[in-house]
């Protein structure tokens, strides 16, 4: 995959310097739209950028007429009623409405972890809604990272351990690169020092924060967080936004987070509000 190359392929780590080297380490060949080459590709893309925007093509991460069905007979709910998306990179964007109004089976299709009924998604500008399999467990791996409400840390392993996960999924890192990422990671999210506690032995702000670095594993494009300060006591959510918004902001990630904290909400660069499986109009 493209992805893959041009993440190991280029910037060894021995020439970041030294002061930067965390930062540098956590992405050490991320590109943001800024400073991207402007390459015979590039161009193209720029000429058919209408055209592609239209179409949810342009973007890290769009969807478009996305309509899902869930359950069986009588409890079949029409959960999504034709949505349409553009993830802006390096945007922190808030997703808001009531409770059983959408919100997480829209991440889910964003997420690549469910399919629509109709509509399309596109990751990176390809359409995946009715890739394989294998296709979108790539591109997940490849392109997402993801932090939900509960961590879903493995308690038995230790915060680094728990980070090198995706890591070992994708297969692309030796056992000593991966490690060292991981510390990287760790470090950039404020938990360096305990990064060979378990899981269990961190406090619950602390497990969302190495839930985050474990987002961060592969240098995805864009993160997917469905209320990821739902469990947490004002001070540990505030330390969580604030990171999802610096890695945004300063890595031009795309952040897409669901949330029922109205002052989180209003801190972020777009909120979408959403009513029974609809986007409204802002
Ligand atoms: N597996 C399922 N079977 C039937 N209905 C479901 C299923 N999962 C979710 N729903 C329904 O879909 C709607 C949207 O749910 P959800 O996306 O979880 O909402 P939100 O995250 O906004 O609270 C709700 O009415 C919920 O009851
Ligand atoms: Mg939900």
Redesign the pocket.
Known sequence: MRAQSRRVATQPQANAPAKNSAADTMFPSKKTAANAPADKAAAAASADASAASASGAASVLACRGLVRF??RDE???H?LRGVDFDAAAGQTHAVV??????????LYLLGLLDRPDEGEVFIAGKPMARASDDARTAARNAHLGFVFQFHFLLPEFTAAENVILPMRKRGELGEGAMNKRALALLEAVGLGEKAGRLATHLSGGEQQRVAIARSLANEPPVILA?EPTGNLDAKNSAIVFDLLARLAREHGIAVVM?THNPELANRCDRVLR?LDGQFLKS
Not at 97 to 106: D, R
């Open positions: 869930l359950g409890n079949r709910t959960v409405g009531p409770s059983g109004c959408g919100k997480s089976s829209l469905d669901v959403m």
